[in-house]
């Protein structure tokens, strides 16, 4: 089912409502990377439904440029879900290349790296996960809870006494990303179940690969400026057409977003290295991936290394850049 701009599907729509009018709603918060779609798997077998319930509705946030291998494996998560009688909603604000290069218009701005013209290193702010992955999911949980929709598609606000469980997928060594409450609409609670099963990132990894789902993707868009250099690599060897198409968009973001009016004060790079996607030194080995190679290592020069920085995730994106490692700030 998919939600673009319009209404979901309305007997699933008013099915909800109806849900809604007497009891909280179930909803997970789909980003289709490892530990969400561990929670998806996980309800649609019931395996531990005190803790993690058969969802009324998943909801997934379209960017409008995720990796093809995301779609693929949504398409996978629709399968096993409606077997289980969960349906899947796939929303969409729009195609958040199209909004970056737009001349005019409104746009919401991508954490490029930036390079002042005397070498200041910043990063720009980042409103990309909040306009297209967070707004467009609450705007179908209001619509499911009883909100009112105007004839152009807007939800106002949810009825007095409707409200949501909202589950998100975040393990128990990422709980520092971990949200409360208070950083949730006044309608939704927040649920973080992997961290209640104390499961952790590589178990979730272990859990789908024993369930036939261990080429799980990481979810983020194509462009994303928080990519390692191991995604990057990824994308230029694997999938040669989104390696060109993001070398495209950084040469086309070098002075920042058209539509915002006020030039930058310098250059905008989508590698943390500040030099044209195409030129980057993402051959670069993370520490992670040669302890991965090679197990825990005893003594690692790091500054030899670039660090890994964390994927962007629903309501877990990180907001602030990752410390630049010594090779890195030299320019190798």
Same mark, same amino acid.
């Given at each position: 089912?998919?939600?673009?701009?319009?209404?979901?599907? !309305?007997?699933?729509?008013?099915?909800?409502?109806?849900?809604?009018?007497?009891?909280?709603?179930?909803?997970?918060?789909?980003?289709? =990377?490892?530990?969400?779609?561990?929670?998806?798997?996980?309800?649609?077998? =019931?395996?531990?439904? *005190?803790?993690?319930? &058969?969802?009324?509705?998943?909801?997934?946030?379209?960017?409008?440029?995720?990796?093809?291998?995301?779609?693929?494996?949504?398409?996978?998560?629709?399968?096993?879900?409606?077997?289980?009688?969960?349906?899947?909603?796939?929303?969409? !604000?729009?195609?958040? &290349?199209? $909004?970056?290069?737009?001349?005019?218009?409104?746009?919401?701005?991508?954490?490029?790296?930036?390079?002042?013209?005397?070498?200041?290193? =910043?990063?720009?702010?980042?409103?990309?996960?909040?306009?297209?992955?967070?707004?467009?999911?609450?705007?179908?949980?209001?619509?499911?809870?009883?909100?009112?929709?105007?004839? #152009?598609?807007?939800?106002?606000?949810? +009825?007095?006494?409707?409200?949501?469980?909202?589950?998100?997928?975040?393990?128990?060594?990422?709980?520092?990303?971990?949200?409360?409450?208070?950083?949730?609409? &006044?309608?939704?609670?927040?649920?973080?179940?992997?961290?209640?099963?104390?499961?952790?990132?590589?178990?979730?990894?272990?859990?789908?690969?024993?369930?036939?789902?261990?080429?799980? +993707?990481?979810?983020?868009?194509? +462009?994303?400026?928080?990519?390692? #250099?191991? &995604?990057?690599?990824?994308?230029? *060897?694997?999938?040669?057409?989104?390696?060109?198409?993001?070398?495209?968009? $950084?040469?086309?973001?070098?002075?920042?977003?058209?539509?915002? =009016?006020?030039?930058?004060?310098?250059?905008?790079?989508?590698?943390?290295?500040?030099?044209?996607?195409?030129?980057?030194?993402? $051959?670069?080995?993370?520490?992670?991936?040669?302890?991965?190679?090679?197990?825990?290592? #005893?003594?690692? *020069?790091?500054?030899?290394?670039?660090? *890994?920085?964390?994927?962007?995730?629903?309501?877990?994106?990180?907001?602030?850049?990752?410390?630049?490692?010594?090779?890195?700030?030299?320019?190798?």
């Amino acid at each position: 089912m998919t939600d673009t701009f319009g209404l979901p599907d !309305r007997n699933l729509l008013l099915r909800l409502r109806d849900i809604a009018a007497t009891r909280q709603l179930h909803i997970l918060a789909l980003g289709a =990377g490892t530990q969400s779609t561990t929670i998806a798997h996980l309800a649609a077998t =019931g395996a531990v439904p *005190d803790v993690i319930p &058969r969802f009324d509705v998943m909801i997934f946030a379209d960017t409008g440029w995720e990796s093809r291998l995301v779609y693929d494996h949504l398409t996978r998560i629709e399968a096993f879900a409606a077997e289980a009688g969960i349906p899947l909603v796939k929303t969409s !604000r729009g195609n958040i &290349r199209e $909004d970056a290069l737009r001349p005019t218009g409104h746009y919401f701005s991508m954490p490029l790296h930036t390079l002042s013209p005397t070498g200041h290193r =910043g990063i720009m702010k980042r409103g990309c996960t909040r306009g297209y992955k967070i707004e467009p999911l609450e705007r179908v949980e209001r619509a499911f809870l009883g909100a009112p929709i105007d004839a #152009n598609g807007n939800v106002g606000k949810v +009825p007095a006494g409707r409200g949501c469980v909202k589950y998100l997928g975040i393990s128990e060594d990422e709980s520092r990303r971990a949200l409360d409450d208070e950083a949730m609409p &006044r309608y939704s609670e927040v649920c973080h179940p992997l961290i209640e099963l104390h499961a952790t990132r590589q178990s979730c990894k272990t859990y789908l690969a024993n369930n036939k789902l261990g080429d799980c +993707p990481e979810s983020s868009c194509v +462009p994303c400026p928080f990519h390692g #250099n191991r &995604r990057w690599r990824e994308m230029r *060897d694997q999938r040669p057409a989104e390696w060109q198409a993001a070398c495209a968009f $950084d040469e086309s973001i070098r002075h920042g977003h058209p539509a915002a =009016g006020t030039p930058l004060n310098g250059t905008a790079y989508l590698h943390r290295a500040r030099v044209p996607l195409s030129e980057a030194p993402i $051959d670069v080995i993370t520490p992670k991936e040669r302890r991965e190679q090679q197990g825990e290592l #005893n003594l690692v *020069d790091l500054a030899t290394f670039e660090e *890994d920085p964390p994927g962007c995730g629903l309501y877990a994106c990180r907001t602030t850049e990752i410390p630049q490692a010594a090779a890195l700030e030299a320019g190798a």
